[in-house]
């Protein structure tokens, strides 16, 4: 078959199978991938010939994504900040919104040679980028679920990132003190969970989205340590979800750090908020 033929092909496979909102896309994209160019080639070479095992690949990716499971994880595959990162289903597939605290990370006041720890790291998506982004940057990063921590190791590997890697809850674990520090952690409400699309709910990790009664509940605790990790008037860059700034404010109120800023996505959602600790020096532990 010929390129034009096999991505008509595909928008049907997707158009009919659970409702994606745009199957002419998502065809082509996987076709580009399958075929290892980009999506503009498609366009400029629509009468070419594709070869059988691109075609048999092609087919067997679009009979899981019309099964529901995510474009990203068939093609092991995410781009953020420009970079391709590696998921597997043991990572969240980074989200274009995060990208707010790579923009927040680049604006704040810091060091030349910033530290900077990354908690909750999934994919190393925000650990690789700060270190690739922030010249002589040192970075930490943390996970969890060591599972998570092999997928963001090989990504620092391939893009060329120093990263120093360690599994563990939060920054229980994790000794000095930060110029800068990021986190997305799981900030969905539990009873919110069993709404998610299939997509979400069935193929992306648990651990990455469970964030308690109100979603807020590792927030919370990570807030509590926050006076301990950052540096005299160093930031610390949250992701959080709409609701999920409320339940914060008692934990920020106790920990003395001033909310500085906070970042609206591109759908004017509030999703990232910038905390600094006070200039004066505090007890590092
Ligand atoms: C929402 S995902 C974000 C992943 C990545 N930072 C990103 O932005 O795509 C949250 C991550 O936090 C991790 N996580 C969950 N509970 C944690 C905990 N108690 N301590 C450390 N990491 C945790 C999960 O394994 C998951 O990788």
Redesign the pocket.
């Known amino acids: 078959m010929i390129v034009s033929e096999l991505h008509a092909l595909g928008a049907a496979a997707l158009t009919a199978g659970d409702g994606l909102p745009d199957p002419r896309r998502e065809a082509r994209w996987l076709l580009a991938c399958a075929l290892g160019r980009p999506e503009a080639w498609l366009l400029a070479h629509a009468e070419e010939p594709v070869a059988q095992p691109v075609e048999v690949l092609f087919r067997a990716w679009l009979a899981r994504r019309a099964a529901g499971e995510p474009a990203h994880y068939i093609v092991g595959s995410c781009p953020f900040w420009g970079r391709p990162f590696a998921v597997t289903p043991a ?2 597939i ?2 274009p919104e ?1 990208e707010l605290i790579v923009e927040c990370a680049l604006i704040v006041p810091k060091p030349d040679r910033p530290r900077v720890l ?6 190393g ?2 650990a690789v980028t700060l270190a690739l982004e922030l010249s002589g940057s040192v970075v930490t990063a ?4 060591p599972e ?1 921590i092999s997928v963001a190791r090989r990504n620092a590997q391939a893009l060329g990132a120093r990263v120093r890697f360690s599994a563990g ?2 920054a229980a674990h994790v000794r000095g003190q930060f110029d800068l520090v990021a986190a ?3 900030y969905v409400p539990e009873r919110e969970i069993p709404g998610l699309s299939v997509e979400i709910r069935v193929h992306e ?1 648990h ?3 469970d964030g308690g009664e109100d979603g807020a509940d ?1 927030l919370r605790s990570f807030v509590g340590d926050l006076p301990r990790l950052l540096a005299p008037g160093g930031h610390a860059l949250l992701e959080m979800g709409p609701r999920q700034r409320a339940g914060l404010q008692a934990a920020i109120a106790a920990s003395g750090l001033a909310e500085v800023h906070r970042g609206l996505d591109h759908a004017g959602i509030e999703r990232v908020l910038v905390l600094r600790a006070s200039e004066r020096a505090t007890n590092a532990s």
Do not use: E, F, M, Q
């Open positions: 990572v969240l980074p989200r995060t990354d908690v909750g790291t999934g994919s998506c925000l943390t996970d969890v679920s998570a809850d939060l997305n952690l799981p990790p651990l990455a989205l590792l």
